[in-house]
């Protein structure tokens, strides 16, 4: 089992910055993929960014050059470092992870967080 708790949303204006937190516990995450999602009210969840095992990231095309996932596995935690952030990232965002090692086979998400609120005003 792995609980998975979100930290570091809020409020920011256009053009601002943000850093979410996941801290995992229960079990290391040190193998596992672990992701970023988001949805907003009325659209469907989507995935935002990814981070492998071994450090490999990807990212959906609307965040790419704005956000940054990382990792730090000696803290069990994964983070979401959100530059230049507009109306349309307003959402709520949640932690994943994923018994894989690779980004590729990375698509089955077994633990998820409880979400965080990301508002961007404009």
């Known amino acids: 089992q792995v609980q998975l708790v979100e930290s570091g949303g809020g409020s920011v204006q256009s053009g601002g910055s943000l850093r979410l937190s996941c801290v995992a516990s229960g079990s290391s995450i040190s193998s596992r993929c672990m992701a970023w999602f988001r949805q907003a009210p009325g659209k469907e969840r989507e995935r935002v960014a990814i981070?492998?095992?071994?450090?490999?990231?990807g990212y959906v095309d609307s965040v790419r050059g704005r956000f940054t996932i990382s990792r730090d596995n000696a803290k069990n935690t994964v983070y979401l470092q959100m530059s230049n952030l507009k109306p349309e990232d307003t959402a709520m965002y949640y932690c994943?992870?994923?018994?894989?090692?690779?980004?590729?086979?990375?698509?089955?998400?077994?633990?998820w967080g409880q979400g965080i609120q990301v508002t961007v005003d404009s």
């Open positions: 981070i492998s095992k071994i450090g490999g990231r």
């Open positions: 994943a992870t994923a018994a894989a090692t690779s980004i590729n086979a990375c698509d089955v998400f077994d633990y």
